[in-house]
Each structure stands twice: as structure tokens, then as C-alpha cells.
């Protein structure tokens, strides 16, 4: 990372015009083109900055943290919000808690743990594909994977045979861990370059903190004995994922980063 450029979208938004200048004429020489041919040198960067799509102004009126409650953002945040915090407590006490919940099952915990987990390798190719898929995108795909994450785990709850459990892990870990790429690009598109990163140290220290408890509180429902506690609590969960995702209303398949504002 410390030989890495920054992004020359990044300084011009922030009026480094000069700074902005020299790394697109060093990044010319590296694909063997000169920064003439591509951006004349007649025209100022300042110049051709695309105005935001919204009219939003993203100046210093709020502080850069408190944009992303304003209002063109703040139903965005609120149910971003939401979703984040349900899908990263589901997943890390999903993966902490099931070789115990295995165990009270009878079943050999590290085997069940090896083939749920390798669930996950085609879930992943999945939403890259659906993630793209006309008529799909992100909310779609974020939607479908949510609601199947719920149903599988209502299966794992209350449906009890040797055969059941591991394909219902399986399928949990199919449709639940694809997500949190999913939701990392869905964040990451979901901001213009002057908040994006505000944004996401929002999203990620609100999560960390609301899992601050989730080790006790898994713990508890784990050791009480009654297998279909913890996965009934997590199918809960996960539903009020998707009760957030149904809210958001900003796709972001198909449209370009530079204009997504």
C-alpha cells in the first residue's frame, strides 16, 4: 500500500489539481502513453469535474461523517445499516458456535464444519454472476441470497436427521457468506468519493461495536441444550436482513462510479 497511488479522482475532489495531474502523467508512462494524447494540457482538472447527479452539495456545511445521515442518504444508511450488522453477527456466530451445536447433535463437529464452509466456494461464483445479471444486480441478488439464508436455517432448526443438518449447513454457508462481498461492494458503491470512506469506517466500527456482546449472548443460547434455539434466533436475524433490504431502493448494477452520487 505504500507504493501505491492515490486515487486522482480522490484529489481532485479535494482540490489537489497539481497532485492529481502527476499521477495520471506517471500512470501514462506506465501503459506507455502520453497524458496529452488522453487529457489535454490546455484544459484544468478543475474543469472537468463532474458535478453530483443530485444536486447534493458535500461541502463543508456538515462534517463528512454526518453527510451520510442527510437527507439523500439517510434512508440509504439507515437500512445499509441494518443489514450490515445482521449479516456480520449472523456469520461470526454462525462460524464460532456451529462445531458446538454439532456436537449437542451428535455429529462429528470438524467434518460438518469442512463441508458447510466449502459451500461457500460456488455460492461466491454465484452472485458474482447474478450480482450482473440484467434485471438482477445487487439488491436482487442481496434479497434472493438473504431469503434462502432464512430458510435453511428454519430447516437446520427443526429439521432433524443425519442427512438434514450437513446439507443444510451447506446451504446456509452457500447463500450466507457470498454475502459480506456482496455487501462490501454494495457500500463501497453506495457513497461518493468525498464520503466513501467515512461511510465505510461507519459501517465497519457500528458492526464491530454491536459484536462487541455476540460471544456472551451466542454462548448462552448455545449452552442452554435446545438445538434449535441458536439457529431459530439467527433465522430471526437474517429476517430482519431482509426486511431491511426490501427497503433499500438504490441499485447501483450498471451505473458508472463516477456518476453514482
Known sequence: MLFFYESPRFLVSQGKFTQARGILVAMARMNGKRLGDLLPERIPLQDMIIPDSDGTDHGSSLPKLLTI?????????????????????????????LPTLLTQLNLNPYFTSFISILGQIPG????????????????????????????????????RNNVSIPVTGIMIFFFMVPMLPLMYTILSESYPTEIRAQALNFFNTLSACFNLGLPYLGGYLVEQGIP????????????IQLVAALLLNHETRGVRLLDNV
Open 69 to 97: 445521515f442527510s437527507r439523500a442518504y439517510i434512508r440509504r444508511t439507515l437500512c445499509l445499516s441494518v443489514v450490515y450488522v445482521c449479516l456480520t453477527a449472523g456469520y461470526y456466530c454462525t462460524t464460532v458456535f
Open 124 to 159: 461466491i461464483f454465484l452472485i458474482s454472476i447474478l450480482t450482473e445479471w440484467p434485471c438482477v444486480g445487487r439488491l436482487h441478488t442481496l434479497r434472493l441470497m438473504t431469503f434462502f439464508t432464512v430458510v435453511f436455517f428454519l430447516l437446520f432448526a427443526f429439521v
Open 228 to 239: 434449535w434455539l441458536f439457529p431459530s434466533m439467527a433465522a430471526a436475524l437474517f429476517a
